[in-house]
């Protein structure tokens, strides 16, 4: 499988709340525990871990849709690309190599699998729309097929035992992606994630830790994993999520309703300047889409197909326009073909 063969099924659009709620992801933490975590381990302990994980995709049918990418054998635009798709973190990206890091994924990109990053396996489910139980109920079932094959590191105690104290316990992190220009217009962004701090749970940018906010895309989570069941955290991030997506709804109505002609101004001249501009910034593209993303949700633009709208989030980006190209391009040489690209999607192939 290639790097550009993982379709993603989370980009079209499909799913409750879509309209906000981009993507839903589970993802658990595990160790193997035979091996010590990847950060101390040696390289044969590392290549032992891929190769109990390559003997599954022989031992179990249910594993037949899988291949194992090993990131040292991929070039650095295709790490980055993986990480575009949400399927690798950046630093897997950086040191998989160094770690004999792999990932195992299926071309749908529901179920993907990063080895060797942080700790010996992430397991990952992505769903569009707010889907975190129907997530949940996917990697479940998947986890339960790995240890029957797999004798994971676990502690009476403490539940599974991994790399960084944070993820010990049930090793689940949920999230939930969420698009919210109207409390960001609103200036209200700022309050709703400090409420959402207050009841444990922690908001990220489009890739996670340590990345900002672009085009007002959100990535709530949780911040414990010790003491409440996976059902429980699920539960409450879903419901959070839900009030996220009722303000987000009610501000947009708000806005319209204070500022309509004004609102409406920025969203037709935003979709006008992704029709027409011959060059486009990755950043101003996607504060752009955004506002078209709203005025097709809103009615004030015509509909266009959010399948289309979500691929772009992930093709405008600088690994894929490279991939796609078929070699490595300049800032600016990205930012023609990211308008031609972004132009021929809106336009139909308009030059």
Same mark, same amino acid.
């Given at each position: 499988?290639?790097?550009e ?5 989370w ?12 993507s ?15 950060? =101390? #381990? ?31 054998? *991929? ?10 798709k949400?399927l ?19 071309? $749908? /990109? ?19 729309? !707010? ?5 949940w ?8 097929? *790995? ?21 010990? /316990? ?70 959070? #999520?839900?009030? =996220?997506?009722? $303000? ?9 309703k204070?500022?309509g002609? $004004?609102? $409406? ?16 910034s990755?950043?101003? #593209?996607?504060? !752009? ?8 949700d809103?009615?004030? !633009? ?34 023609k073909?990211?308008?031609? !690209? ?6 139909? /192939?308009e030059?």
């Amino acid at each position: 499988m290639k790097v550009e063969d993982i379709k993603l099924e989370w980009l079209k659009g499909k799913g409750p709340n879509s309209n906000i709620a981009v993507s839903s992801r589970i993802r658990l933490a595990r160790n193997l525990k035979a091996y010590p975590f990847p950060s =101390v #381990a040696k390289r044969s302990d590392l290549e032992g871990v891929v190769k109990e994980i390559r003997e599954l995709l022989h031992k179990d049918p249910y594993f037949k849709p899988f291949s194992v990418l090993m990131l040292g054998e *991929l070039s650095q635009i295709e790490r980055e690309a993986l990480v575009e798709k949400h399927l690798i973190s950046p630093d897997h990206a950086n040191n998989g190599d160094k770690r004999y890091g792999a990932l195992l994924v299926e071309e $749908e /990109g529901v179920l993907s699998m990063m080895i060797n990053e942080e700790d010996h396996l992430r397991i990952q489910c992505f769903l569009g729309g !707010l889907q975190l139980s129907e997530a949940w109920r996917i990697i479940d079932q998947f986890d339960s097929i *790995l240890e029957k094959y797999i004798d994971y590191a676990f502690d009476e105690e403490f539940g599974y035992l991994t790399s960084c104290p944070t993820n010990v /316990g049930t090793g689940l992190r949920a999230s939930v992606m969420l698009h919210l220009p109207a409390l960001t217009i609103a200036k209200k962004i700022g309050r709703v994630i400090e409420e959402l701090s207050k009841l444990g749970l922690t908001v990220r940018g489009l890739y996670g830790e340590g990345t900002g906010a672009i085009g007002n895309l959100y990535q709530i989570s949780n911040q414990i994993t010790l003491g409440p069941s996976e059902e429980e955290v699920v539960d409450k991030i879903e419901k959070i #999520a839900l009030r =996220v997506i009722e $303000e987000e709804e009610l501000t947009r109505k708000h806005i319209l309703k204070l500022k309509g002609l $004004e609102l $409406e101004d920025s969203i037709w001249r935003a979709y006008g300047i992704l029709k027409h501009a011959r060059l486009i910034s990755s950043k101003e #593209a996607m504060e !752009l889409l955004s506002k078209v993303r709203m005025g097709v949700d809103m009615g004030i !633009l015509p509909a266009i197909d959010k399948n289309k709208l979500n691929e772009l989030i992930i093709k405008i980006r600088p690994a894929h326009l490279q991939l796609s190209i078929g070699k490595e391009l300049s800032p600016e040489e990205r930012d023609k073909f990211r308008a031609d !690209l972004i132009r021929s999607s809106f336009t139909g /192939g308009e030059k």
